[in-house]
């Protein structure tokens, strides 16, 4: 008996000993050097051959914990300016190293890559990411808990890459100012390397980066040996100019069929202190973004659209926390916009409406405290808006104001604990000049995490404000969530409350209030291969859902879903699988307050496959099914997206979808609250998306992108809505259908011929139509779209970037 225990005693240790030294964290010394070093991707220098050297890099994906496949050195130097990283990544051959071109920020196609990244702080939460292909393609990035890694941040920063028989090389300077970092004398940082082995479809890293725990920040080595470096000043601006021409047939006395308008402005940049940095563009221009996926919406609920314009998408981590500002909101629709048709006298007409409030200009401070404590805020100012109203019998034009002088502001403090964790204040407040209404919400969160990061709470609230006039509209959010978030079995847990006057959509986005929301789930990931798969993923959830005000049950619901990857053929594919067992309610369609309407037990299901990209053909491809109670009534989603690499250089990728929703109920007018009238509508959506791209080089790229949405709503029958949340037959007839189109390319030219600095062309041709009238046949409507008027727009933007360090660097 006590040689068995001594036995069990022996198999724990071993086990504990084993799982400590697998959790060590590597560490690696920098050297500091006073020689220069030319970034030539050549390890010409003698003093390469003094740095520390970081290798057996290990797999996180393929076979997590195994030996990387092919091996990779690391070295590090710096100076008084820059960091210095020289990678080595053996091959069997040349032909071995996939290296696609692509845009700058964008690798995540069919090329191997090498990324470093710095802890500065060492806090386990945030970091700075540089990566780089074979084919000199940069890529960077802020990392962080809330938006992974946000390669919307770029920074400049030198590189070069060599290819060879049996490896290729890579060697950085990343300047100080590229960076943030803490004033002390001895520094030590988090640090991880990363190494992409595309033909393998294999990643892999220094410190390994354990696929069954949380964190990618958490699981860095140690980087050592760097003192007596100060920040640099931190100051550049990069001034624009631009010129756009547009063309619209307005085809009417008085009004020019194009337009040509000319602006310039700048973005400044400038470090605060060594951690926190100012952000500011004057006079922004953001005409060459991408047009947006505009969508036939027949729901109480807006559209959601993503945010393209750079300012906004660069360094906004801080400001994402507490999900209370969407930045669409800052320069958006005027708050009068729909107004201006009851301003309309006998014999007027609206001639202009500007959809957006002009910004005059935008400012973000960001940062973060050597104790751990990071700093945003964000003020911008837009000028008034005017819509322009024209008498059609004498010509006379008059203006009606749709937006004040506006200003936006946004605070957050977001402070470090232990174990990763971490708790947070942020408040939005938005003011208009004169009369209008103001608005201002106040919210908390928190996240903390146990010692072994297998375990998270968190939780939080917000109070919203809507300051009129003569009184205050208060209503307030508040939620929690526990979650097992790290091994092969995990689950999660939560709730969310909203009032029903809980309102944050000035400065931020909520689909409804008026919700009490719990839901559960449980998780079983699979990261090893195994039998004929690579990895796995289960999924099983229920949720359960009443309103606020008046508590009413409204939601019930099951899902499953899960996916695989094939181990040889590395097809992904899933499926999922839903049931709402009993009749749901919806409180919102109606658009009446207290008003519901039933919706029968439904089931859905769907499956979905992606093929191997590295393939120069590949197949993307998913259908969803949902049946209801209700006779005759169904929802069928279905598309396909063929993607063909033509070379390194060129690529296309084409996508149709066909989404049907057969006799679907859904609000149509309202005479008072006791007459509702819902229609039953064949609901038909067609879209038509083709992207291109032509890579000339590393920095020279061409994209085309086209998107043609066709979406049609047949009413077949009208109801009124009853009480009880059913619908019964109606004598209403008028025609409420709708034949909608929206139309748009847009075709950009981008030349990086500078650091930071930009030559732009863009071409864009858009037709939106809306009309009462139904076409049956694809190519008839295709056709009718064509034909009607549409705008077309040319324009060039030239940015260049201005360093303080680059002109005044060496004399300081």
């Not at 796995?536 to 499953?560: A, C, I, M, Q």
């Amino acid at each position: 008996m006590k040689k068995r225990v001594l036995v069990l005693i022996f198999l724990i240790s071993s086990f504990y000993n084993s799982f400590s030294q697998k959790a060590e964290k590597k560490s690696m010394n920098a050297t500091r050097i006073s020689e220069s070093i030319k970034i030539d991707a050549e390890l010409g220098e003698t003093v390469w051959q003094r740095s520390d050297i970081a290798t057996d890099f290990i797999q996180s994906r393929q076979d997590p914990g195994d030996p990387a496949s092919q091996k990779t050195e690391v070295r590090i130097l710096y100076d008084d300016k820059a960091i210095y990283v020289f990678a080595v990544m053996y091959e069997v051959s040349k032909d071995s190293i996939l290296r696609e071109l692509s845009k700058r920020d964008d690798i995540g196609g069919n090329t191997d890559y090498f990324g470093v990244y710095f802890d500065t702080y060492n806090s386990g939460l945030n970091a700075f990411g540089f990566e780089l292909t074979p084919a000199g393609v940069q890529a960077d990035g802020q990392i962080s808990p809330n938006n992974g890694f946000d390669d919307d941040w770029d920074a400049v920063w030198e590189s070069a890459v060599q290819l060879f028989d049996n490896k290729w090389q890579v060697e950085m300077r990343i300047p100080y100012s590229a960076l943030r970092f803490s004033e002390a004398d001895v520094q030590t940082w988090g640090v991880n390397f990363s190494r992409r082995i595309r033909r393998f479809r294999q990643e892999a890293n220094w410190n390994f980066v354990n696929p069954e725990e949380s964190g990618f920040v958490t699981q860095f080595g140690i980087l050592t040996g760097i003192s007596n470096i100060k920040a640099p000043i931190r100051l550049s601006i990069t001034p624009f100019v631009s010129a756009y021409a547009e063309h619209f047939p307005h085809d009417a006395e008085g009004i020019e069929n194009i337009n040509h308008t000319y602006n310039g402005g700048l973005d400044l940049k400038y470090g605060i202190s060594e951690s926190f940095t100012l952000d500011m563009v004057l006079i922004p221009d953001f005409g060459q973004v991408r047009s947006d996926n505009q969508v036939l919406n027949l729901s109480p609920f807006e559209t959601r659209f993503s945010e393209n314009r750079p300012f906004f998408t660069e360094g906004t981590d801080l400001f994402s926390k507490g999900g209370i500002f969407y930045t669409r909101r800052v320069g958006g629709k005027p708050i009068g916009i729909d107004d201006v048709e009851d301003e309309l006298e006998d014999n007027e007409e609206i001639d202009e409406n500007p959809i957006i409030a002009e910004l005059i200009n935008a400012t973000k401070v960001s940062g973060r405290t050597k104790s751990g404590l990071g700093i945003g805020v964000f003020n911008g100012i837009s000028k008034r808006t005017y819509a322009t109203i024209k008498d059609t019998i004498t010509g006379e034009k008059r203006e009606v104001l749709t937006s004040p002088i506006t200003n936006y502001n946004v605070l957050v403090l977001d402070q470090n604990l232990k174990n990763n964790s971490s708790v947070s204040l942020i408040n939005t407040n938005l003011s208009r000049e004169g009369s209008y209404y103001d608005a201002n919400v106040t919210a908390a969160e928190f996240s903390l995490k146990d010692k072994k990061q297998k375990y998270r709470f968190s939780g939080g609230g917000a109070l919203s404000q809507i300051l009129n006039q003569d009184d205050t509209d208060l209503g307030y959010q508040a939620y929690w969530s526990f979650n097992k978030i790290s091994g092969n079995w995990q689950f999660y847990s939560g709730h969310t409350i909203e009032s029903d006057t809980y309102n944050p959509n000035d400065l931020g986005f909520l689909f409804n209030n008026n919700e009490n929301s719990f839901y559960g789930g449980i998780q079983y990931l699979k990261f090893k291969p195994f039998w004929k798969l690579n990895r796995l993923s289960t999924n099983l959830n229920v949720w359960y859902n009443r309103l606020y005000k008046p508590d009413e049950f409204t939601d019930f619901g099951v899902h499953f879903d899960a996916w695989t990857i094939h181990a040889k053929t590395f097809t992904s594919m899933g499926f999922h699988i839903q049931r709402r067992p009993i009749e749901t309610f919806d409180f919102f369609e109606p658009r009446v307050d207290g008003r519901y309407f039933t919706i029968s037990k439904n089931t859905a299901g769907g499956s979905w496959f992606s093929s191997d990209y590295r393939k120069k053909f590949a197949l993307d491809g998913r259908w969803s099914y949902r049946d209801y109670d209700d006779a005759d009534r169904f929802n069928f989603n279905w598309s396909i997206e063929p993607r063909y690499r033509f070379s390194d250089k060129f690529k296309v990728v084409y996508e149709f979808e066909r989404d049907i929703r057969h006799s679907q109920p859904g609000y149509v007018t309202d005479f008072s609250n006791d007459s509702i009238i819902f229609g039953r509508r064949d609901l038909l959506t067609h879209e038509n998306s083709l992207e291109a791209e032509y890579i000339f080089n590393n920095k020279m790229a061409l994209e085309f992108d086209f998107r043609h949405y066709w979406s049609k709503a047949n009413y077949k029958a009208y109801n009124f809505l009853t009480a009880d949340g059913d619908l019964i037959g109606s004598t209403y007839n008028e025609n409420n259908d709708i034949n909608f189109n929206a139309f748009t390319i847009d075709m950009t030219y981008t030349w990086r011929f500078a650091p930071g600095s930009d030559v732009i062309i863009v071409w864009k041709n858009s037709i939106f139509t809306d009309a009462p009238e139904i076409e049956k046949s694809f190519t008839e409507n295709l056709k009718s779209t064509i034909d009607s008027p549409q705008t077309n727009s040319f324009s060039i933007k030239l940015l260049y970037y201005l360093d303080y360090l680059t002109f005044f660097g060496k004399k300081s």
